[in-house]
């Protein structure tokens, strides 16, 4: 009887490890989840390249602590309404606010509009791992 409790409560103890380990795993930034996010949501209207050419957005190479608006994009009357209201960095703060919800943050933004001169409209990430492993990854592009 001894046996079987411990041979029980060991693959209880096991089992809370692994799940415990699969939790902090999951919690730190995955590159490789954020490169396919990035170049399935963002590459296709942004350069993801060091070649640094303006698509449909402004290219996203270098983009991280870059001063909003100064890639030489032609942005839309709502992005450069929102740096009338104060400029700002893409910094980690700013970028997880856009990736969570673009209208939210740069309300009309054509990022986010969904007609046909926009058919790619991007309505953010939901998932805040996910935005977490596009950051992480967003930070590579240097």
Avoid at 23 to 48: A, M, T
Avoid at 49 to 59: A, F, I, V
Avoid at 89 to 108: G, S, V, Y
């Amino acid at each position: 009887m001894q046996i079987k409790h411990i041979l029980l409560y060991g693959i209880i103890g096991v089992s809370f490890i692994l799940l415990i380990v699969g939790f902090w795993y999951r919690s730190q930034p995955n590159l490789e989840i954020g490169k396919r996010l990035v170049d399935n949501s963002c590459g296709v209207c942004h350069d993801l390249t060091s070649e640094k050419k303006h698509e449909r957005g402004p290219y996203l190479w270098g983009v991280y602590n870059r001063p909003a608006g100064s890639s030489g994009f032609p942005y839309s009357e709502a992005f450069l309404a929102k740096l009338e209201k104060g400029s700002f960095i893409w910094d980690d703060k700013h970028l997880e606010m856009f990736i969570a919800n673009p209208m939210q943050f740069i309300p009309r933004t054509n990022m986010g509009k969904q007609n046909s001169k926009h058919p790619t409209a991007f309505s953010g990430i939901e998932s805040a791992s996910n935005r977490e492993d596009v950051l992480a990854y967003i930070k590579t592009l240097k």
